[in-house]
């Protein structure tokens, strides 16, 4: 072998050892976004699922607060004596900070979805601990206590996402049932029966409040199926409420929202 072709014989295995050793690494940051599968995660992480006491669903909103559609579900909420725990943007809380406060002041459990909605994947550890400390510091500060509750957008964690949860003292919760809700084409009863066919006892609903992440209007289509939504419940006697109701979580500390929400829907 010639001196030429020697070095070239290292310079692959140099090569392929570092493919591999970033391969693996790749594998170790980005392995947790395997949670983002649904059955596979209610199965083996129901904690994560957001799984609770099986007379319980855990009804929870994604992407608000929006000074055009949330005040819409406050409402309804309001009329039909249910609270939700509602998942907030920094970056849309910011512009809506008198919203935070309404919801908190209703009841309604306050938690935080990161400050941008940009999926963990395409973020580095520090930058994905930014997001949520900048997150949870601007919601803390309206309602007077840091929130313990974290749900990444898309439902995709990573190890840095795990460890920023850790240090910030958040518990990071998903769901086992949602009505795709964002879709362009999703009508209120395509949303009520994406929902159903997923739903049971000591399950958490995800849905959306905002349209900021989603297709232009998709709300409405929301709104119209949540009526339904809680008659659904209301037929089976679970109890519809916030995630701090809903048991399972063991979180401790505050977590936003005054007095015990969820109840029986009348």
């Known amino acids: 072998m010639t001196p030429h072709s020697d070095r070239r014989t290292v310079a692959r295995t140099v090569l392929r050892t570092g493919a591999v050793a970033a ?18 995660r209610n199965r083996l992480m129901p904690r994560l699922s957001g799984h609770g006491r099986p007379d319980s669903v855990a009804l929870t909103f994604d992407d608000g607060p929006d000074h055009l559609s949330t005040p819409h579900f406050l409402r309804l909420l309001d009329t039909r004596r249910v609270r939700a725990t509602f998942f907030l943007l920094g970056s ?35 930058t994905t601990y930014e997001d949520l400390a900048r997150a949870r510091d601007l919601v803390g500060g309206l309602t007077g206590g840091a929130p313990t509750l974290y749900r990444p957008p898309y439902g995709v964690m990573t190890a840095g996402t795990h460890l920023a949860c850790r240090r910030l003292g958040l518990t990071p919760v998903l769901w086992t049932a949602w009505g795709e809700d964002w879709r362009g084409r999703a009508t209120p009863r395509t ?30 289509n929301t709104l119209g199926a949540l009526p339904r939504l809680l008659d659904f419940c209301q037929e089976r006697g679970l109890t519809v409420g916030p995630l701090r109701d809903h048991g399972g979580l063991a979180v401790a500390g505050w977590s936003g929202g005054r007095g015990r929400g969820g109840q029986v829907v009348p």
Do not use: K, Q
Not at 97 to 114: N, Q, S
Not at 204 to 213: I, K
């Open 23 to 40: 391969s693996a690494l790749a594998a170790a940051y980005a392995g947790p976004a395997l949670s983002t599968f649904g059955p596979l």
């Open 92 to 126: 849309m809380a910011v512009r809506s900070p008198g919203l935070v406060t309404e919801m908190y002041e209703a009841g309604h459990e306050v938690a935080i979805h990161g400050w941008t909605h940009r999926p963990a994947l395409l973020r580095g550890p520090w």
């Open 191 to 220: 949303v009520l029966d994406t929902v159903t066919r997923d739903l049971r006892g000591g399950g958490t609903v995800l849905l959306h409040d905002s349209d900021c992440a989603s297709a232009t209007g998709s709300w409405r």
